[in-house]
């Protein structure tokens, strides 16, 4: 059988098998080696387990459990509640403030999370009913969280970002400086969306609005100084070049331990208990998939999967830009049934050299990727958000969260296109901060 008669097949079984609802990681292995025991050779299952423990071992990794007990830690406490209260207190006056203290404190949270569900689900609990109980429409509070929740993944730290730059081998170091301004971005365009539809919900619908003194807004300012403070903390010795990431993710995780246990009073044993479950579950799901994708990435390769999908794409000689609507329409599509990591882990072994190929830049087409996957957060019928909004507010249905969504979505696809044109806005930082390269 040749080459892409094997891919095809591959393609075929590999949905099949994934949308019967086996998990991720155990779909990837058993396609990777029955494909192996079927068309490599006879040896060729005999590497199974090195191929799968040498990318576990990679040191890099390291950052992945270490953001995560980061964003557990922060996320089992109060602070998500101190996020949105303090700026609530400042945004109260303006129209749909409280609509862009929940996408402010999404972002703030973003940057010391790094999770899309965590970010919507820790944000969502004490927004949502916030909003709709101050007249603020149900579409419109769980769109404003859903699609903030998204910004998780692309405002450093990032999970997405460091599972990126694993795979591509670009530095994770430029990728998160170059996710900074497009999710700032997303964060001020998510908030003039916000002021224009409460605007209008306004007009049809006053209803009176919250004052809070001088003091209020400043105790307020005192409560969120600690996540600025971890924020700058990480950015510096990031940015600053004083250390690489797995030394700033450990740095991030410890800061954020000595706040929980500062301010929040977190030393209870069922408190520790729920960071560290959290974060041992969510490091391990990612862990093996990473370890299944690397098979399956191995599998590919040596039945010379990749390297033929990689040659038809190219041998096409579709304009660039052609090349890129398609990729990214193909992007979207797998967004809608595939989480990031799968996508990553499993589609960028194959676009990496036709990127390479076709003179796109890495780190920018990183940026694009993971504003592409945050659409797929958002959307059906596996829009991880959708149906963490779902359980935050359970009396609201998926439908409505969806609606409130689409304009949002509709703000990230314009951004990208946006990006194509002026692909400075997430190359210029790193170029001024670290120089030519990647």
């Given at each position: 059988?040749?080459?892409?008669?094997?891919?095809l097949?591959?393609?075929?079984?590999?949905?099949?098998?994934?949308?019967?609802?086996?998990?991720?990681?155990?779909?990837?292995?058993?396609?990777?080696?029955?494909?192996?025991?079927?068309?490599?050779?006879?040896?060729?299952?005999?590497?199974?387990?090195?191929?799968?423990?040498?990318?576990?071992?990679?040191?890099?990794?390291?950052t992945?459990?270490?953001?995560?007990?980061?964003?557990?830690?922060?996320?089992?406490?109060?602070?998500?509640?101190?996020?949105?209260?303090?700026?609530?207190?400042?945004?109260?006056?303006?129209?749909?403030?409280?609509?862009?203290?929940?996408?402010?404190?999404?972002?703030?949270?973003?940057?010391?999370?790094?999770?899309?569900?965590a970010?919507?689900?820790a944000?969502?609990?004490?927004?949502?009913?916030?909003?709709?109980?101050?007249?603020?429409?149900?579409?419109?509070?769980?769109?404003?969280?859903?699609?903030?929740?998204?910004?998780?993944i692309?405002?450093?730290?990032?999970?997405?970002?460091?599972?990126?730059?694993?795979?591509?081998?670009?530095?994770?170091?430029?990728?998160?400086?170059?996710?900074?301004?497009?999710?700032?971005?997303?964060v001020?365009?998510?908030s003039?969306?916000?002021?224009?539809?409460?605007?209008?919900?306004?007009?049809?619908?006053?209803?009176?609005?919250?004052?809070?003194?001088?003091?209020?807004?400043?105790?307020?300012?005192?409560?969120?100084?600690?996540?600025?403070?971890i924020?700058?903390?990480?950015?510096?010795?990031?940015?600053?070049?004083?250390?690489?990431?797995?030394?700033?993710?450990?740095?991030?995780?410890?800061?954020?331990?000595?706040?929980?246990?500062?301010i929040?009073?977190?030393?209870?044993?069922?408190?520790?208990?729920?960071?560290?479950?959290?974060?041992?579950?969510?490091?391990?799901?990612?862990?093996?998939?990473i370890?299944?994708?690397?098979?399956?990435?191995?599998?590919?390769?040596?039945?010379?999967?990749?390297?033929?999908?990689?040659?038809?794409?190219?041998?096409?000689?579709?304009?660039?830009?052609?090349?890129?609507?398609?990729?990214?329409?193909?992007?979207?599509?797998?967004?809608?049934?595939?989480?990031?990591?799968?996508?990553?882990?499993?589609?960028?072994p194959?676009?990496?050299?036709?990127?390479?190929?076709?003179?796109?830049?890495?780190?920018?087409?990183?940026?694009?990727?993971?504003?592409?996957?945050?659409?797929?957060?958002?959307?059906?019928?596996?829009?991880?958000?959708?149906?963490?909004?779902?359980?935050?507010?359970?009396?609201?249905?998926?439908?409505?969260?969806?609606?409130?969504?689409?304009p949002?979505?509709?703000?990230?696809l314009?951004?990208?296109?946006v990006?194509?044109?002026?692909?400075?806005?997430?190359?210029?930082l790193?170029?001024?901060?670290?120089?030519?390269?990647?």
């Amino acid at each position: 059988m040749s080459e892409g008669a094997i891919g095809l097949l591959l393609l075929v079984v590999t949905l099949a098998v994934l949308f019967s609802g086996l998990p991720i990681a155990w779909g990837l292995v058993l396609v990777a080696v029955g494909f192996l025991a079927v068309f490599g050779s006879p040896n060729a299952l005999a590497v199974v387990p090195h191929t799968v423990m040498d990318e576990l071992a990679s040191f890099a990794l390291l950052t992945i459990p270490l953001f995560i007990l980061l964003g557990a830690a922060i996320g089992v406490s109060a602070a998500g509640r101190d996020i949105y209260a303090s700026l609530h207190r400042l945004l109260a006056r303006v129209p749909g403030g409280l609509v862009i203290a929940n996408i402010l404190a999404c972002g703030m949270f973003a940057a010391v999370c790094g999770s899309s569900p965590a970010t919507a689900a820790a944000i969502g609990k004490i927004g949502v009913p916030e909003m709709i109980q101050r007249g603020v429409r149900p579409a419109l509070a769980t769109g404003a969280i859903c699609a903030g929740g998204t910004l998780g993944i692309l405002i450093p730290p990032s999970i997405t970002l460091i599972l990126y730059g694993l795979v591509t081998e670009t530095s994770i170091g430029r990728l998160f400086i170059a996710g900074v301004l497009p999710g700032v971005a997303l964060v001020v365009l998510f908030s003039i969306y916000a002021w224009l539809a409460a605007r209008r919900d306004l007009k049809a619908r006053p209803h009176p609005v919250e004052r809070f003194t001088l003091r209020e807004k400043v105790e307020g300012l005192v409560r969120v100084a600690p996540f600025l403070g971890i924020i700058v903390a990480i950015g510096y010795a990031m940015y600053g070049g004083l250390a690489t990431p797995s030394e700033v993710a450990a740095l991030g995780a410890f800061l954020a331990l000595i706040l929980v246990i500062a301010i929040y009073r977190t030393w209870r044993l069922g408190d520790w208990w729920a960071i560290y479950r959290d974060t041992i579950r969510e490091s391990t799901m990612i862990m093996v998939i990473i370890g299944a994708a690397a098979l399956f990435s191995y599998m590919m390769s040596l039945l010379y999967v990749t390297q033929t999908a990689a040659d038809a794409l190219v041998s096409l000689s579709l304009n660039r830009w052609v090349l890129l609507l398609l990729i990214n329409v193909f992007l979207l599509i797998a967004g809608c049934f595939l989480p990031p990591v799968a996508i990553i882990l499993m589609i960028m072994p194959i676009l990496t050299p036709v990127l390479e190929r076709n003179g796109f830049d890495l780190i920018w087409f990183g940026v694009m990727l993971t504003i592409n996957l945050e659409v797929g957060l958002i959307t059906p019928p596996v829009g991880l958000n959708l149906y963490v909004l779902r359980g935050v507010a359970p009396d609201i249905p998926v439908s409505t969260v969806l609606k409130g969504s689409l304009p949002f979505v509709g703000i990230m696809l314009g951004f990208m296109v946006v990006l194509c044109f002026v692909p400075g806005f997430a190359t210029w930082l790193p170029t001024a901060l670290m120089g030519p390269g990647q």
